[in-house]
């Protein structure tokens, strides 16, 4: 199931949801995107998730 992303710019610190303004942080999640994995957030209180431009790079390295 595919959710709508919305991109954010972080500017000091990305605490506070900016669509319903909760303000105690965020959940992760991961989602796999063209070789490398992306960091959402997902927001406890309404749920709507979040890039903020951060990826991990495949190989995450030997087991």
Same mark, same amino acid.
């Given at each position: 199931m595919d959710h709508k992303v919305t991109v954010?710019?972080? $500017?000091? $610190?990305?605490?506070?949801?900016p669509a319903c303004g909760y303000e105690d942080g965020f959940h992760s999640m991961f989602k796999r995107d063209n070789g490398g994995v992306k960091w959402l957030f997902i927001c406890p209180a309404c749920h709507n998730i979040f890039d903020i431009g951060q990826r991990?790079? $495949?190989p995450f390295g030997d087991p």
């Open positions: 954010v710019t972080v $500017e000091d $610190e990305f605490r506070i949801c991990l790079k $495949e």
